[in-house]
Nanobody, 125 residues
């Protein structure tokens, strides 16, 4: 059974950093595009970033460009989301998801087949 497990969330002050991890089991991340989404209370789920499985090309939503970095460690079957200079608007539950499609842009959520359970990120002073 394919499974994704996120970790690394927590409470951080504005300007701080967190690194989220997404570990896959039951399938290989090399054969999927992996995306990160987030959902704040009362808001729709938002695309944040994704990494393409063919060439590790990355995509970001405008609000996180220059602050977030997505990367892949194939040996560990893990995708990371390094989040720097966090702001309160980054607060939400962060989910990783896997798609068997090649990404040429941020893929919408309906293109993803497998989802993790989410990890909470709270940015507050």
């Amino acid at each position: 059974q394919p499974q994704l497990v996120e970790s690394g969330g927590g409470l951080v002050q504005p300007g701080g950093s967190l690194r989220l991890s997404c570990v896959a089991s039951g399938f290989t991340l090399n054969y999927a595009a992996i995306g990160w989404f987030r959902q704040a209370p009362g808001k729709e789920r938002e695309r944040v970033s994704c990494i393409n499985h063919y060439d590790d090309k990355t995509y970001y939503t405008d609000s996180v460009k220059g602050r977030f970095t997505i990367s892949r460690d194939s040996a560990r079957n893990t995708v990371y989301l390094q989040m720097n200079n966090l702001v309160p608007e980054d607060t939400g539950v962060y989910y990783c998801a896997a798609s068997d499609l090649a990404a040429i842009e941020l893929l919408p959520d309906y293109e993803y087949d497998y989802w993790g359970q989410g990890t909470q990120v709270t940015v507050s002073s």
